[in-house]
């Protein structure tokens, strides 16, 4: 039997958060970002895509699209709160789960699913019981790979459940237009389009040599994906090398409280998956891509472990400021590495803590004490001694 992964999203999951705090919001436009000039929207409703309101889009643009448009402001403790609510009732039916970002994971059920009658009574089983223990709507994507499932979850919305098998791809996953492709960024598309790739399917039949001038060295996996063939892993946080968040936005970033949540939300889901693993880490990797295209990386690695979102938050912005005012932001990334579980973490211990300015005679008699011996002593104690 060949595996099964389910691709579960929470649809519209900040702007589906806040109707759960305040019911008289169901049903109507709501964006999630602050409510002042220069702003940009975080996640909107569904009544409110409607209307052409988009993540990413400036909050003016997005009100002029739609006047009776309600703006609420980010609750990270809200967010972080349904967001582990979330994956522990993903995580009680297979431990096999990737987490994509706070509200999307990958999960493997090929086991547990053998226990239903029919396959797709455990993503509706899923379904139901998130909406009704959280009063949140997700889609399911079920597949038999990651890349498949990622697809199919995308293409029903709200509340969907969408099988794709790879026998079907030349159905339903051709004709969508190359830029709905999972991985393909908005830079490559023009260059796509120019060379006649409109569609996934057009993408399937390329060269994956000819692919690499647009591709660079993933050409061929594109070309694999775009035929429904993905041999990428479930990644468990156990398991993992470094945790890291990021997120691409359609229009860059300028204002600087904007670029702020930003990371900010980024961080809190760092934080919440280090810790959901029991690890923590010293080293702290920003990477952002500017409006102009140029990318940069920083990193830098602490004394000590973390696994604190203010301290890894305060880390990130001093490494951002170096790019403050240059250009719009349009993607950024933040990871925690150099992890290690945290019952394996040794500290130091600094018997001279309480000593302000010791000298050496206080250090040599500070160990002495806690050795409880007399074998420490100053180069002209031992001359002496001669």
């Not at 909050?59 to 967010?79: G, N, Q, S, T």
């Not at 096999?96 to 797709?120: F, G, H, M």
């Not at 660079?216 to 890291?244: H, L, M, P, R, W």
């Not at 900010?264 to 029991?278: F, G, I, L, Q, Y």
Request: charged letters at 25%; aromatic letters at 8%.
């Amino acid at each position: 039997m060949a595996q099964i992964i389910f691709h579960i999203d929470i649809n519209a999951f900040f702007a589906s958060a806040h109707t759960i705090q305040e019911p008289a919001l169901e049903g109507k436009p709501v964006a999630v970002c602050s409510n002042h000039r220069g702003s940009v929207i975080t996640t909107a409703s569904y009544p409110a895509r409607v209307f052409g309101v988009q993540s990413a889009m400036p909050l003016a643009h997005a009100k002029r699209l739609c006047p009776d448009l309600i703006v609420v402001d980010m609750d990270f403790e809200l967010y972080q709160d349904l967001s582990k609510k979330f994956f522990d009732i993903i995580r009680s039916y297979s431990t096999k789960l990737q987490q994509a970002s706070i509200d999307e994971c990958y999960v493997d059920v090929t086991e547990v699913i053998k226990t239903y009658d029919k396959p797709l009574d455990l993503a509706s089983e899923i379904q139901q019981r998130v909406l009704k223990e959280l009063k949140l709507p997700i889609s399911i994507g079920v597949a038999p790979n990651k890349f498949l499932a990622k697809m199919a979850s995308d293409m029903l919305k709200p509340m969907g459940i969408t099988v794709l098998r790879i026998r079907e791809v030349d159905k339903h996953l051709w004709p969508l237009p190359i830029h709905e492709m999972h991985g393909i960024g908005k830079k490559t598309v023009p260059r796509l389009i120019e060379a006649g790739i409109t569609t996934i399917g057009d993408l399937a039949q390329q060269d994956p040599e000819k692919m690499r001038q647009f591709l660079g060295i993933n050409a061929q996996s594109f070309v694999q994906k775009a035929n429904g063939i993905d041999y990428s892993i479930i990644e468990t946080e156990s398991t993992a090398k470094s945790i890291g968040q990021s997120k691409t936005f359609t229009n860059a970033m300028t204002e600087l409280d904007e670029i702020r949540h930003a990371i900010m939300v980024e961080v809190s889901e760092v934080e919440r998956r280090v810790k959901r693993a029991d690890m923590a880490g010293k080293t702290i990797t920003f990477a952002l891509r500017m409006e102009n295209f140029k990318t940069a990386a920083r990193s830098v690695t602490l004394d000590s472990y973390v696994d604190d979102k203010n301290l890894i938050f305060e880390r990130v912005m001093s490494l951002y400021d170096e790019f403050d005012g240059q250009d719009g932001i349009s993607f950024i990334s933040v990871s925690l590495s150099n992890l290690v579980y945290k019952d394996e973490i040794v500290e130091q211990l600094n018997i001279f803590d309480d000593l302000e300015n010791p000298t050496i005679n206080d250090i040599i008699s500070r160990l002495n004490d806690e050795l409880k011996t007399n074998v420490f002593k100053t180069p002209r104690d031992l001359l002496k001694e001669q």
